[in-house]
């Protein structure tokens, strides 16, 4: 019975199944290809295009006329520097040719010595009064005149000795000639000490050494020259002069691009320094100090320096040949250096004048021929404060690809800042004849986000932001001829200018620049018609 | 601890060895659930040596004793791509598509034809075999990913961030074209027990073979940029040369130094013996009382090693693209003044990213173990001419396990004829309807079988289909003596 049953269910079940395929019906539609939908292909991708990744070493770098110095709390220093120098002591001063005539009165008997004490006065160039040439060269002539004595066939020995001069050995100068001869001394590494108003004693010995002289007196006939003077060093007192250093610009590079803004450094400095080897008290004058900015100008003025003058150390006669420096920092504390920067100059302009004893013949002075005083004045900006500015800069090549099948193409603009300035950025595009196509990224938006900082104006965490432009199809079709993108750039610092910032040199900005694009693209898979 | 308890232990310990071994294993993607309970089919002892054919001997005509196609997709069907509204309008459905795919897919395709083959029954307990067949399979995994990336588009991964990196690990491939001469035995050793066994020499004609251990394409959110991890091994042995893989540079310079044209030999290509492999089969039949017999086999154990005009290539690196570097865009803007380039020329930012990738190339030999697939199965014995079987059964393929499970009804109504429906689920399709018929017109056999009819009826709601015929000459039918021997007879 049981097996009856079972065999019973087992037909029902056998049919059943053996229907299946029937009740499904054959159905080959799907593979008919005329038949088939057309389909639509849409998708989404996300491309990247640009990067640019920053930090202080890409926004500033050391050039001719910017330093970037990064101090010991790693806060950025941008360093703009000028010096000028002054015309060396050889330009300066200088020993003309010297020459003296003068008697001797001899009244010498056969074999005699007379000895004769003349005093010689150098000609200063000019009024100073010299109390010590060291040569480097020069050449002193000396030659005895006595006609009558020649005559007679008298013969004269001279012995000169120049007191108060020295011939390298400690020894005076000194030499031996003869009547109607020449005598030349090489003045070489040789010192004439002088006394008062430039004079110098020539100790001249006479002495018979042949002939009788037969009638005295006599008149001996001298004449002394020096020539081709060269010294290594002066000493003595050189007067008050004035030295024009001439006038210098330093270049402020920071602001070169700068259109418009406002920007404050909280300490910002004008660092002077002096290097002197002349051994002469030494002011400096600023005939002109100020900074520029096309039409704009403010004057630096500060107490004591520059509306006083500026004295400047000088070397002692024991420090002869040396360099000595003077330093002083302009700052906020004691000039205007604020105003001075605030215009956003483009140069600071100095004109420098130096004068010597101003305090007239205090000291001994010293100068040696390659002496010479440099000033140098750099601008010190530390990247502590706040800023508004606007620049301007020319194009990027640019070109769209085809964008038949693109539905739209969306900027997305992702940036990671770790630099406390908020940046807006204008992106306009221009065709290949710079005509005006349309602007891609408006420039009120800002781009990237500063990184927040705290009251001491140090950066507290990095920004991201995500900026997206998305350009439908109908308008670019507008761009598609554009060759050319143009960018205008605003930054502001943190808290829109209105807090001081620091910038540090491990601050980074990273920018990235990717494109989405929606494609879509239909397909027919029917035959042509 | 008694004779059929320790059956039983000895039974699960097989089991579970057996599966152990399949996660080592590569598919080769053959299938024979319809035919596993086909005795009158002698080309039924493939899937269990332990089977022994109603003949008690038997000869495949030659070249058409056994001819075997199949395709599989467990990834999806037509149908879930190419719908039908409520208005019977046909329209594409990408959502629906997507939603089918898993994570791993696995798409295969093989052939086989039987050049040669005979058994014979020898002093009634022992059972011999030999075929000699040509087989070529196809299989190919592929990630889920791969649609996602190249129907939604990069951005899909961008906004999913929870879905990770398009991962296309699952990627690989294997295609493969061997020779195989098969020696097989089966013993009835007792009232409960068959067993059987087959040993199979493999010669290799031509393989290439790609597994990836690392292939991830990442699109950075923040900074865009699109990056390709790779580390995949690609070894191929094929009648003609490859070469290193190059990339970048002009394509002349890519091009093949060597000018000589490649010449087909098919007799040297046939006669390849170098690529030997070695594999083997296992069965056992439990007959656990009158009505049930539970039957396990493994096939395929083995591999072949590859070794001539062996070529691999290991390709390894990251490629990554992050767009132009515009350097100081403040230069740009016009803040600070830019930083020279001294003139320097581009670097095409394609061709820096490419020299991040290496390619190792080497001609090593190399192994592919086969693909064992286990069967499992269980048959009720309704009447003598009618029983039931469910069959499950396991693929693996780059680490990912395939499963199919079918329930069959097997009848044999008179002497020269049997008939099988089952019902299959394969590649995540409930869909299966198969087939299975043999007639005996004496002395010659013909047989039919499929696992899925579906394909002939309609082919969009179709991933499993295949089909598996042929011509035998068999004889001497036995007659059925006791349950543990094959037996005909027509009854309904």
Partial sequence: MKAIKLKGIVKKLIVFILLIPFWSGCDYSYLDMEELPEYEYSSEWILPLLKSKMNINSLFIDSEDQTVFIDNDDLVWLIYQGELYSVTGGEEYSISNQSFNYDLT?????RSKATFFQQISFNPQEDED???IIFTSGLMNFSALAPQLVLEGVQLQFDITILNSDDGTGNPISFTTQLAQSAQVNLANKTLNFAVNQTLTVQVEVTVISGAPSSPPYTINISQSFSNLDYFELQGYMKQRSFSLGSDDVDLGFFKNVVDGEIFFEDPTIELE?????GIPIDIHFDAFFSSYDENKVDVTGNPIPDNPWRINAPTIMNAGTVVKTEYEINKTNSNIHDVIAIMPKTVSYDIRGETNPDGNTQLNHVRKNSQFRVGVTVNLPLHGWLRLAGFRDTMDFALPEVDNIEYLELVINTVNSIPVTSFLQMDAFDADYNFLKTILRGDQALILAAEVDFDGNV????????????????LEEIKNVAHLVFRAKVTSYGDGQRNIKIFSHNELNVYVGVKAGIKQVINFGSEE | MTTHNSYKIQFRFIVSFVLLLLFAAQSNGQQYNTIYWMQGIPQYVYSNPAHQTDANWYIGMPGTSSIYGGFGNSGFKISDLLRMDENNNPYWDEPNFLSKLKNKNLVYADAQIEALAFGFRFKEKNYFHFNFSEKISAQMGYPKDFFLLALEGNNYFVENTDHGDANFKGLGLNIMHYSEAGLGYSRILNDKINIGGKVKILFGHANAYMKSNDFRFNTNPETFALTLYTDATINTSLPMEIGPIELGGDDDENESENGDEFVFDPVEYLV?????????????????DEKITLALSVIDLGFIGWKSNVENQRVTGEVMYDGIDIGNLFAL?????????????????????LENLDIEYSQNSYSIFMSPKIFLSAKYILTEKHNFSFLARGNFFESKLYPAFTLAYNIQPIKPVGFTLA???MNYNYMNIGFGMHLNLYP??????????????QPHTVQTANIHFGINWVFGYRKKTDPGKPFHGWSF
């Fill in chain 1, 106 to 110: 001899f009244n010498g008997a056969n």
């Fill in chain 1, 130 to 132: 010299i109390r010590k």
């Fill in chain 1, 274 to 278: 002096a290097e002197n080897s002349y």
């Fill in chain 1, 460 to 475: 507290l965490s990095e920004k991201k932001s995500t900026t997206s432009i998305r350009i439908e199809k109908e308008e």
């Fill in chain 2, 272 to 288: 390849n013996f170098s690529n030997f492999g070695l594999a083997g089969d296992l069965g056992i039949i439990y007959h656990y």
């Fill in chain 2, 333 to 353: 803007a016009g803040f600070v003044e830019p930083i020279d380039d001294n003139g320097d020329e581009p670097v095409d930012p394609i061709d820096q990213a």
């Fill in chain 2, 423 to 425: 019902y299959s689920y």
């Fill in chain 2, 444 to 457: 010659f056999q013909l047989y039919l079988v499929a696992d899925n009819i579906f394909p002939a009826l």
